[in-house]
């Protein structure tokens, strides 16, 4: 295929694209011959969901690991995407992707590594002290069964009111004859119930 | 509103101002169920959470720029995901580069050669490299060295996709984004186009005359 196939797209414009045009935006420009254009779509998708990977690694994994895990989980999805192995929705395939490498993590017990400093290639820096004990609740399982509990409705004013930041009266306007009262019952329900499953593996375990 | 709520909002609001709140601080802040429930919620709203906006300087300093460096490398290269999985098995095993490369020829029984080991590795890292000429002696020896099996780093070194995968592709790729660097020095992702890429370290002339170190790395 010639670089006359493909029209390269701006970087506000590649900046609006959904991951899944991103990633189809990448394999164009990488089968039309043209790696500037889509090194920056890789860099747009890689930076859009790097603070976000990175934080769920954080959730379960030392200070020192998680840019290693988010890397690797970044990497693998992406690595998927291209292979043709990815299922669904690339945010959810890296979702399981990041959780998959902290259960990696928790399982090799390796010894904590450093980052190359950026000194250059052949400096180290001191060796981290491994003082973090994981924290090995699968949380997400426990509020994905929490939530698959609920009807619908219930399901969104929990989305945006317990797990989305949103305040009871936005939930109240997104959900259709929900007053705030509801919303402050349903969100009260739901973390009872969150807290009997995560006391249940605790118990389990 | 309970302390698991209050430290979930804290770190909402914070992470939608476009900071980087350490979840780990939080945690500390909380024990027992609270702190398994506080684990649940802030994950499940990161699940959730908006992408981050494109910001060119921000990318400049963060995390994920190497991470796009090593994965363009690996998307353009002839040598799957090594750009990005040789660097990090040699930092896991606290390596440098001159001490591997050290171990690598004395496996190899290179020691003589060891200049060529060490530009035929670099090319590994770099993606340069076709996978598929690396010799079964060369994977077990490194594989030995980095902890790792061959058949992983054989696996690894499949090209992404039906990527470029012929000789030294990854050469003209590299010599391409040089021109699109220089040609643009204020692109924003000139900062991940590494010069290192640019064939410094240019493979043997095709119709050069082989020596064992060349087939051990480009033989198969």
């Keep these: 295929m010639g670089s006359h196939s493909f029209q390269e797209r701006s970087e506000s414009e590649l900046s609006d694209l959904s991951d899944e045009d991103l990633i189809d935006y990448i394999r164009t420009a990488r089968a039309a011959d043209v790696p500037r254009a889509g090194n920056l779509a890789l860099a747009i998708l890689v930076f859009a969901h790097w603070d976000n990977m990175v934080a769920r690694a954080r959730l379960r994994t030392p200070r020192e690991e998680v840019e290693d895990v988010a890397g690797q989980a970044l990497e693998g999805a992406i690595q998927s995407a291209f292979d043709g192995e990815s299922v669904g929705q690339f945010r959810s395939w890296l979702n399981t992707i990041v959780d998959r490498r902290v259960v990696d993590f928790h399982r090799k017990q390796r010894v904590s590594t450093t980052r190359i400093p950026d000194g250059g290639d052949d400096e180290w820096g001191e060796e981290p002290s491994i003082d973090f004990e994981g924290d090995t609740v699968d949380a997400r399982r426990a509020i994905e069964a929490a939530l698959e509990e609920l009807g619908e409705d219930h399901r969104r004013v929990v989305e945006i009111y317990v797990v989305g930041g949103g305040s009871a009266r936005d939930a109240a306007a997104q959900v259709e004859s929900m007053s705030e009262a509801n919303v402050h019952q349903i969100g009260s329900r739901f973390r009872r119930r969150l807290r009997e499953l995560l006391e249940g593996d605790e118990a389990s375990s | ?220």
Excluded: C, N
Excluded at chain 2, 121 to 132: C, D, I, N, T, V
Excluded at chain 2, 177 to 197: M, N, Q, R
């Design chain 2, 1 to 220: 509103m309970s302390d698991v709520e209050r430290l979930l909002r804290e770190f909402i609001e914070a992470h939608e101002a476009g900071q980087s709140p350490d979840p780990g601080e939080l945690l500390d802040r909380a024990e027992g169920t609270d702190r398994r429930e506080l684990t649940a919620l802030i994950d499940a709203y990161l699940v959730r959470a908006p992408r981050r906006r494109w910001d060119a300087a921000a990318f400049k300093t963060s995390g994920a720029a190497p991470v796009v460096e090593g994965l363009s490398r690996s998307l353009a290269g002839a040598g799957g995901t090594w750009p990005t999985l040789l660097p990090r098995l040699r930092a896991r095993a606290r390596l440098r580069r001159a001490e591997l490369v050290d171990r690598l020829a004395a496996a190899l029984g290179a020691e003589q050669r060891r200049e060529r080991v060490g530009a035929y590795y670099h090319e590994m890292e770099q993606g340069l490299l076709p996978a598929a000429g690396v010799s079964a002696r060369v994977l077990d020896a490194l594989a030995a060295i980095l902890g790792e099996s061959a058949d992983a780093l054989r696996e690894a070194g499949a090209a992404l996709g039906g990527g470029p995968g012929g000789p030294y592709d990854a050469a003209a790729f590299a010599r391409t984004a040089k021109a699109d660097k220089l040609a643009d020095p204020g692109a924003a992702d000139a900062v991940f186009l590494d010069e290192s890429l640019a064939g410094d370290d240019e493979p043997p002339a095709p119709g050069g005359e082989w020596d064992e170190v060349d087939r051990l790395f480009r033989g198969g």
